[in-house]
Nanobody, 130 residues
């Protein structure tokens, strides 16, 4: 059963931009905290950005602040990750995830706790060359 579907990955040169999309299945719409994570080979999955969808409030990992932007299109059940000024170290498999939280602050806390997310996509690869 596919919960979330990511798209938009690919190869780009350093300094370039990529926009990822994550479309939710209808039954996932009960969630209110959407996040983007990434995992490189041999490394742990790390949180990049989250958005508390009822208010549109966002939070980011320090490594991507000022370069990445998470946003949503509620009408299309889609969350986006705009990635600018890409670096080779951004090369990774990128995943979106969804969960339902009780409070907005819980969504921010979930940024660094991927195990708290209930629904996951299958990932999309982003490769940044120097």
């Amino acid at each position: 059963q596919v919960h979330l579907v990511e798209s938009g990955g690919g190869s780009v040169q350093a300094g370039g931009s990529v926009r990822l999309s994550c479309r939710s299945a209808r039954y996932v719409l009960s969630t209110n905290c959407l996040g983007w994570f990434r995992q490189a080979p041999g490394k742990e999955r790390e949180g990049i950005a989250v958005i508390y969808t009822p208010e549109g409030t966002t939070d980011y990992d320090d490594s991507v602040k000022g370069r990445f932007t998470i946003s949503q299109n509620n009408a299309k059940n889609t969350v986006f990750l705009e990635m600018n000024s890409l670096k080779p170290e951004d090369t990774s498999m990128y995943y979106c995830a969804a969960d339902r939280v009780a409070f907005p602050a819980d969504c921010s806390r979930n940024l660094h706790t991927p195990r708290n997310f209930e629904y996951w996509g299958q990932g999309t690869q982003v490769t940044v060359s120097s």
